[in-house]
C-alpha cells in the first residue's frame, strides 16, 4: 500500500507560478509512475502530467506543456510540478496518483494510490 501526501497548492495571479510537491511513503517497491490530475467543479478528473520513476521521463497534457515541469528526487518517492504562466482555466483541485507498471498515465482507473488533493486557484 502506498501513501501520498501533497503539498504546495494555493492561490495567485494569472502568470503567476506555483509548485506542488507529492510524497510517497509505504510500500513503494512496485511503485513506477507518478502523475498529477486535476478536476475543476463539474468536470471530469484530467491527466496533467506523470512521470516514470526509473527512466525519469515525463508526459504532459498539451494543454499544459511548455508551462509546467514535473521532475522527481533522487530517490524517486518525491514528485514536483512546477507550474508556471498560470491561467484561470488551470484552477481546479490537483491530485498526485501513483500505480505500478502497466496502464495508461492518462487513465485514473489506472491508478491505485491516490492523495487528498491540493487547491490551486488562479485568478485573472
Known amino acids: 500500500q502506498v501513501q501520498l501526501a501533497e503539498s504546495g497548492g494555493g492561490s495567485v495571479q494569472a502568470g503567476g507560478s506555483l509548485r506542488l510537491s507529492c510524497t510517497a511513503s509505504?510500500?513503494?517497491?512496485?511503485?513506477?509512475?507518478m502523475a498529477w490530475f486535476r478536476q475543476a467543479p463539474g468536470k471530469e478528473r484530467e491527466a496533467v502530467a506523470a512521470?516514470?520513476?526509473?527512466?525519469?521521463?515525463?508526459y504532459y497534457a498539451d494543454s499544459v506543456k511548455g508551462r509546467f515541469t514535473i521532475s522527481q528526487d533522487n530517490a524517486k518517492t518525491t514528485m514536483y510540478l512546477q507550474m508556471d504562466n498560470l491561467k484561470p482555466e488551470d484552477s481546479a483541485m490537483y491530485y498526485c496518483?501513483?500505480?505500478?507498471?502497466?496502464?495508461?498515465?492518462?487513465?485514473?482507473?489506472?491508478?491505485?494510490?491516490w492523495g487528498q488533493g491540493t487547491q490551486v486557484t488562479v485568478s485573472s
Open positions: 496518483a501513483a500505480k505500478g507498471a502497466g496502464g495508461s498515465w492518462r487513465a485514473p482507473p489506472d491508478f491505485g494510490s
Open positions: 509505504g510500500d513503494t517497491s512496485n511503485l513506477r509512475c
Open positions: 512521470i516514470y520513476t526509473i527512466a525519469g521521463n515525463p
